[in-house]
């Protein structure tokens, strides 16, 4: 399980203290319905947040159970903490199905049930804290890490020993495991060495075995809120996020005023921020510099053009920011260096596109058809086909009379013939006698007849 900060470090060692204090007793089922939970993909703060909805929903609905189905590669250490700690304290009997795999984080989400089934080919286990490189966390997470699992399998009367040995590959335990192997249990050694309490065919067939077959199913679902939050703070869409926020400041610089590029990279900002500050990835103050940075940027471009002290603070600012969120860790404790060095690695990527996009854009763009529609073009030549209309000579010297206003621009009658002219000089009223003074091209221009 990856953990992002020190901070998490207390709240592990109390919940450590405290979780013995949970009685070794057989869960007794109302008559209510059965609330099903699913726990998949990353663990992260969303998620925490809809555990700890769902269960306050079953609570409220004096539900007989709720049935977790387990399925996940584990994640962020302090939001499997926030789901142990709900469920530990739920008013209603918690059931565990592992369905295929309660790895990391998951196996330690599982020990918080007060009965854990398996389904065959099921795993669980190595639940060692480690960084966002993969690298082993510091002592003192994995100290705080091997109590939270220990202390938390001791609540529901399961040997912590054996939980401790998911988390430290030190501990052997005879039969079990040996020094220097991290555990992992199957589907049958989970059930044989106590952590399961059977292995099932289907999360039905769990419910069947509690005598709970013929209850009320509710099938509890994420809100759409929190999906978009899951799926806006996943790794891959914070690198597409963050190369449209670039892409767009780029361009919206490109061409100073406040246009597309700029709403886009708008858009970008808020929806990497928001999920990440709502999720806990990201401070305020980590928001504050990027706005910094925008905001510097904004006066090189507009106040003093050119690139000077405020462009250079701008980029440092704004990239800065952008690393920072990207590391996950960032809190009491100084990040890994390999957490700087993915995080750094990320963004550099990020740029690299960004260079290719502005190269590729900027090459190919200007050449299509429907773009050259939106853009006036800086040269019209004869090669391209551009030509000017010819001139009417005959026109000039000709007297008439302006059908509409001339304000400077309007239609005469010259000669009985109508023609687009422009006044010059001044405003001429529609039914003036006017004379054609100059022609060029398209362009006839007229003014007013003297009276006599």
């Known amino acids: 399980m990856r953990f992002r900060s020190a901070s998490v ?10 979780g013995s204090a ?13 609330y099903r939970v699913t726990i998949d993909g990353m663990i992260d703060a969303a998620l925490a947040n809809y555990i700890d909805r769902a269960v306050s929903d079953a609570e409220a609905d004096s539900a007989a159970a709720v049935l977790l189905t387990v399925d996940t590669f584990g994640g962020l250490i302090d939001a ?19 369905d295929k795999n309660a790895i990391s984080a998951g196996a330690l989400i599982s020990y918080a049930a007060d009965r854990i089934y398996v389904t065959p080919g099921a795993s669980m286990g190595a639940a ?22 220990r202390s938390t399998a001791e609540a529901n009367g399961r040997d912590g020993r054996i939980a401790e040995a998911m988390v430290d590959e030190r501990i052997e335990i005879e039969g079990v495991v040996g020094e220097g192997e991290l555990l992992t249990l199957s589907a049958s ?7 399961a309490d059977a292995e ?9 075995s509690l005598g709970l077959a013929g ?13 978009v939050l899951r799926f806006l703070g996943s790794p891959v869409m914070a690198s597409l996020l963050m190369l449209m926020m670039l892409g767009g400041l780029y361009f919206e610089l490109q061409t100073p005023g406040v246009g597309f590029a700029g709403a886009m990279a708008l858009v970008g900002a808020g929806l990497f921020f928001a999920p990440h500050y709502l999720l806990g990835l990201a401070q305020s103050w980590e928001i504050a510099l990027f706005a910094v940075g925008i905001i510097l940027l904004a006066v090189e471009v507009f106040v003093t053009p050119g690139f000077g002290v405020f462009g250079i603070a701008g980029v440092v600012a704004t990239l800065g920011a952008l690393l920072i969120a990207l590391v996950p860790n960032i809190g009491f404790q100084f990040p890994s260096d390999g957490e700087i060095a993915q995080a750094t690695t990320t963004l550099a990527a990020t740029l690299v596109l960004l260079v290719v996009l502005a190269v590729s854009l900027g090459r190919y763009l200007p050449r299509s058809e429907r773009f050259s529609r939106l853009i006036l073009a800086d040269e019209l030549s004869a090669v391209t086909g551009h030509t000017s209309s010819d001139t009417d000579e005959t026109l000039l010297g000709l007297r008439g009379r ?7 621009s309007g239609t005469a009658d010259l000669n009985g013939r109508r023609v687009d002219v422009v006044a010059t000089g001044q405003f001429v009223d529609a039914g003036t006698e006017v004379e054609v003074v100059s022609v060029r091209g398209s362009v006839v221009e007229v003014r007013p007849v003297p009276a006599a």
């Open 9 to 18: 470090l207390l709240a592990l060692v109390l919940l450590a203290a405290v």
């Open 22 to 34: 949970r009685a070794q007793a057989a869960p007794e089922f109302g008559d209510g319905p059965v």
């Open 80 to 98: 499997a903490d926030q789901i142990v700690k709900r469920l530990l304290r739920a008013e209603v009997p918690v059931v565990a199905v592992i």
């Open 128 to 149: 060692t804290a480690v960084n966002a490189t993969g690298e082993y966390a510091p002592e003192k997470i994995q100290s705080a890490t091997r109590a939270l699992i």
């Open 189 to 195: 050694e989970a059930v044989e060495f106590g952590v």
């Open 200 to 208: 099932v065919a289907s999360p039905d067939a769990a419910l069947a």
């Open 215 to 227: 209850r009320e199913n509710v099938a509890h679902e994420a809100s759409g809120a929190e999906k």
């Open 402 to 408: 302006a059908i509409t206003s001339l304000r400077p």
